[in-house]
Each structure stands twice: as structure tokens, then as C-alpha cells.
């Protein structure tokens, strides 16, 4: 049981290149999240989704798309890449809604963009 | 919006002894849930401990505890007995519905020899 698996670790894009961060997880939940961190700050919510087929914004969707075509998978995509970007990226998954559902977290990403 | 406010950036302990890290929030939702994560240098999240808004009483998990103050808006962390172990970033967090869980900006901790 792998829990929330990211990859790539670490990834140095130059500004304007497109890349997806990918997020699986093998415990069957329903509920998969995008966050990110930036440097000395908390985490802020991206993108969410509920569910295969189902997606909905965060606070701070702007710069990113997602999919989610499969319970499993949800990746992230960045399109255009800017400096504001730089940021460390957490996936994280809950087997069901609500706080009363432990969320557990990748062990992040870490994105520069030059 | 919510808001989550952790006024202390940094603080250290001696080890054994017991620190407590402030958190304050703001919502105008009458259930919600309260967390606090620890960040190690691992980067990895790690749930703490947990406290819903409508129960009064403290949640505690071993050595760590809440103050958890409805009126004034605040959730504080004890940590007794504190172990080098225990040397992360500390998150509060308050999430009202499923989907929007908001962070304060951390504190670092220190536990000292």
C-alpha cells in the first residue's frame, strides 16, 4: 500500500514551458486535492475533485489545470509556466468528504521556474 | 473567507519541557473542524490532532493537546514533554466544509538539547 505517491520530487521549468505533476493513490479515495506552499507560507487549496469525471476550483486555480479520468489519477497541469509558480506542490486524498476523514498527503513536489 | 493566523513564526523548547503554539481564525460558520499538521524537514504532512467545533471538550493525542477557545476564536497546541523528534513547522488549519481547509503560515519549532 504505496498511500499518496507524486512525482517527479524536484523539477527546475524555464518560463513559458508546459508541465503536468502527476498525483496516483491506491487506497480507493474518492476525494483527491491540489495544494501548494509557497516558501514560509501555509498551504493553499488549487483544484479538488469528488470524484472520476468531477473537478472544481480552489482558492488559487489560476496557472493550472486538472483532470481526473480515472478514481486513481489526477494530475496537474501547468501550462504556461511563470515565476510565480515556484512553489513546493502537495497531492493529498480522503476516502470520503468531510473533516472527520483523515487527509493524507504526498510527499510534495518541489517546482522552479526560471 | 476563513482566515488562519499563527502569530508566531519561530519558537524553541528545551527538551522534556512543554511549549504551546498560538492559532487564531476567523469564521462566521457555526460547525467546522480545527487541525493542526506537522511538517518535518521531510516536507511530509502529518496530521496531529483534530478538534469539530461543536464538542467542547479538548481533543488530546498523547503528548499533544488543545486549548480550544470557540468565543475568542482560538486553537492553541501544547506539546508536553517535547522530544527532538518534535522539531518541524506546525500548521493550524480550519476547514467548514469539505473542500476549503485553510492554513495559518506556520511555526517553527525547535526543541533543543
Known amino acids: 500500500n504505496a498511500g499518496v505517491t507524486q512525482t517527479p520530487k524536484f523539477r527546475i521549468l524555464k518560463i513559458g514551458q508546459s508541465m503536468t505533476l502527476q498525483c496516483a493513490q491506491d487506497m480507493n479515495h474518492n476525494y483527491m486535492y491540489w495544494y501548494r506552499q509557497d516558501p514560509g507560507m501555509g498551504l493553499k487549496l488549487i483544484y479538488y475533485s469528488v470524484g472520476a469525471g468531477i473537478t472544481d476550483k480552489g482558492e488559487v486555480p489560476n496557472g493550472y489545470n486538472v483532470s481526473r479520468s480515472t478514481t486513481e489519477d489526477f494530475p496537474l497541469r501547468l501550462e504556461l509556466a511563470a515565476p510565480s509558480q515556484t512553489s513546493v506542490y502537495f497531492c493529498a486524498s480522503s476516502y470520503s468528504q468531510g473533516a472527520r476523514e483523515k487527509l493524507l498527503f504526498g510527499s510534495g513536489t518541489q517546482l522552479s521556474v526560471l | 473567507a476563513q482566515t488562519v493566523t499563527q502569530s508566531q513564526p519561530e519558537m524553541s523548547v528545551q527538551e522534556a519541557e512543554t511549549v504551546t503554539l498560538s492559532c487564531t481564525y476567523d469564521?462566521?460558520?457555526?460547525?467546522?473542524?480545527l487541525f493542526w499538521y506537522k511538517q518535518p524537514p521531510s516536507r511530509q504532512m502529518i496530521l496531529v490532532i483534530r478538534q469539530e467545533a461543536y464538542k467542547q471538550q479538548n481533543a488530546t493525542e498523547n503528548r499533544f493537546s488543545v486549548n480550544f477557545q470557540k468565543a475568542a476564536k482560538s486553537f492553541s497546541l501544547k506539546i508536553s514533554d517535547s522530544q527532538l523528534g518534535d522539531t518541524a513547522m506546525y500548521f493550524c488549519a480550519s476547514q467548514y466544509n469539505n473542500n476549503d481547509m485553510r492554513f495559518g503560515a506556520g511555526t517553527r519549532l525547535t526543541v533543543k538539547p
Open positions: 469564521t462566521s460558520e457555526n460547525n467546522y473542524y
